[in-house]
């Protein structure tokens, strides 16, 4: 009956070892992640909303139903486009 | 064969379609098609994508962005009003903005992107081509007739569907890989589910629209496109340029009917000479037109003694075209 005692909170103590160990590589892939999905957000709302940066793009009949879903994104979207750097630069 | 034969052996090509070159005829064998299937007792819904539709003065009736419209027993044509759906398409996209983010009002900006992309040359047709689907699912026809634009814009029409097609499959791709990181970045702070990407379910929907147009434009079962033809020079060499790129387009042409074409049995009578050289023209035309299509032409149908419009001469034509 002692030992399952002993074990667990030595196996609990691990555990949160190794969770915060996880949770410290973890936080940076999944920042990386978003910070990449950021990215291709941009590029993708330049891919069909272009025409708001007078970048001709097709067809803007279907790409106006996805208008919507990207309104609170396109003010910090222009201003990245827009801002006088190397689109490079702002990748990283 | 004949027009009559070919449409009797595939009542499985439910989606019929006239093409040509401008003013040859084809509105008026729409109708004159619809016309001779509604009174062998289908149900045919007869419409245009043209944006200078003409089914409204060749029925006599104004139908013109009023849906479908009943003409007789069995028989309804439609007249798609392309400003209006811009319109109520654009009210439907504002509405949802103002929905989605509980806004008083439209942003500035955004507002003039909606009204800027609505001013695109592509509009107008992408709104019909969209139109078209509409009502190509809704109905329960027996028969679609599309009356459709002249030569050069329906190339531009069926183009688009591939070019729609392929822009779509790219940002779907671009989508689906953004909904990768997504996932990932859920598995790594242990949350259950990832939100549904809703931009991702909206590009699917416009992707199976385009799917469904495009599927009946190039479908060899459901559909049967045919050439409409005057025995004249320009038009026959129009036709056969047209021929080859409707074929790269898998355009399933099923015949070619022939208009305007000046009846022989005037020979007999004491006719002007300027009217004997057009027989002989039309003749050395018709052979061409043989000789190239061969039995793909499949109806003669003479010159009228005047315009077809209103019922009675849309039967008498329909008379000879399926004779």
């Known amino acids: 009956m002692t030992e399952p005692e002993k074990a667990e909170p030595k196996k609990s103590l691990w555990q949160n070892v190794s969770e915060v160990i996880y949770g410290m590589a973890a936080h940076d892939m999944s920042r990386a992640a978003l910070r990449t999905r950021a990215s291709m957000e941009h590029l993708f709302i330049l891919i069909t909303m272009g025409d708001l940066l007078g970048i001709p793009i097709l067809p803007p009949y279907y790409s106006l139903r996805l208008l919507p879903y990207v309104v609170p994104q396109i003010a910090t979207w222009k201003r990245r486009m827009l801002r006088e750097k190397d689109v490079a630069d702002t990748m990283f | 064969m004949k027009l009559k034969d070919v449409l009797l052996q595939h009542p499985e090509r439910r989606y019929l379609m006239f093409g040509g070159g401008g003013g040859v005829g084809k509105t008026t064998f729409s109708a004159a098609t619809a016309y001779w299937l509604a009174s062998q007792g289908k149900k045919v819904l007869v419409f245009s994508v043209d944006p200078q539709a003409s089914l409204t003065d060749i029925f006599k009736r104004d139908i013109f962005g009023k849906g479908p419209v009943k003409i007789m027993d069995n028989l309804w044509a439609q007249e798609i009003d392309a400003d209006s759906h811009i319109r109520s398409y654009q009210d439907e996209i504002r509405k949802k903005i103002l929905d989605m983010y509980g806004l008083p009002k439209v942003p500035d900006e955004i507002e003039n992107y909606i009204q800027a992309a609505s001013a695109e040359p592509a509009m107008e047709e992408s709104a019909i081509f969209d139109a078209v689907v509409d009502v190509v699912?809704?109905?329960?026809?027996?028969?679609?007739?599309?009356?459709?634009?002249?030569?050069?814009?329906?190339?531009?029409?069926?183009?688009?569907?591939?070019?729609?097609?392929?822009?779509?499959?790219?940002?779907?791709?671009?989508?689906?890989?953004?909904?990768?990181?997504?996932?990932?970045?859920?598995?790594?702070?242990?949350?259950?589910?990832?939100?549904?990407?809703?931009i991702l379910n909206e590009l699917l929907y416009i992707k199976n629209r385009i799917n469904t147009s495009a599927g009946i434009l190039t479908d060899k079962t459901k559909t049967g496109f045919f050439f409409v033809v005057i025995p004249e020079a320009m038009v026959i060499n129009d036709t056969k340029k047209a021929a080859q790129m409707f074929a790269k387009f898998d355009v399933?042409?099923?015949g070619y009917v022939v208009n305007r074409v000046i009846p022989h049995e005037?020979?007999?009578?004491?006719?002007?000479?300027?009217?004997?050289?057009?027989?002989?023209?039309?003749?050395?035309?018709?052979?061409?037109?043989?000789?190239?299509?061969?039995?793909q032409v499949l109806a003669l149908v003479p010159e009228m003694e005047r315009d077809v419009t209103g019922l009675p001469m849309i039967e008498k034509l329909a008379a000879t075209m399926f004779s």
């Open chain 2, 137 to 198: 699912m809704q109905g329960d026809y027996d028969y679609y007739i599309y009356d459709l634009v002249p030569l050069g814009h329906a190339l531009y029409y069926l183009s688009m569907a591939k070019v729609y097609d392929e822009w779509i499959n790219k940002i779907t791709k671009l989508r689906e890989e953004m909904r990768e990181y997504e996932e990932m970045v859920s598995r790594l702070r242990h949350e259950k589910e990832t939100e549904q990407d809703q």
């Open chain 2, 252 to 254: 399933p042409i099923a």
């Open chain 2, 266 to 295: 005037l020979l007999q009578q004491k006719i002007p000479d300027y009217l004997r050289n057009r027989i002989a023209m039309q003749d050395q035309h018709m052979a061409e037109l043989r000789a190239t299509f061969g039995d």
